[in-house]
């Protein structure tokens, strides 16, 4: 096979990279909304008047970071035969669909900010700012395992800087 990259220990094949590259998409994809709400979100919050206590209390909706542990099984399970037949794979059934719904809530928001303030208003934002955090920790437990199934063992080591990586620049 052609190879793409290789050094003395790593060695790079057109699949590997096709599969490092969707991984990659996949994680860009979950970190982005993520930087904005933690990085971005409490400037313009600030800008707004918003106190510094009320700011910090916006940590909690992150949470369903920390406790995705609790719904990760749900999603090792064959997906409902809806989700199934309306986007075949193991995996594709929940993706898709996370990725839609997280597109959707997004859409959402920046209709809301199209008021004159440019945020939308605090109660919606708040929930949407949550949504979006649950979607994208949910759709983290689905690239695990994609990552699981389709990774070889020798390339496991490489995928997990590619997710480490690819959601840090998001």
Known sequence: RPLLWHTERVLINRKTASK???????????????GFFTQT????????????????LGAWLAVPWA??????P?????????LQ??????????????????????????????????LPPLPPLLIGVFLINLLAATQDIATDGL?????????????????VAAYRVG
């Open 20 to 34: 490092l590259a969707l991984l990659s998409s996949l994680y860009f994809a979950q970190g982005l909304p993520f």
């Open 41 to 56: 979100l409490p400037v313009l919050l600030r800008e707004r008047g918003v106190s510094l206590e009320k700011i910090g």
């Open 67 to 72: 406790l995705k542990f609790l719904w990760a």
């Open 74 to 82: 749900l999603l090792d399970r064959p997906a409902p035969r809806a």
């Open 85 to 118: 037949a309306l986007f075949p794979g193991r995996r594709r059934a929940f993706l898709l669909p996370l990725q839609l719904l997280t597109v959707a809530v997004l859409a959402a928001l920046a209709l809301l900010a199209l008021a004159p303030a440019g």
């Open 147 to 163: 990552a699981v199934d389709t990774l070889d063992e020798t390339e496991r080591g490489l995928g997990n800087g590619v997710q």
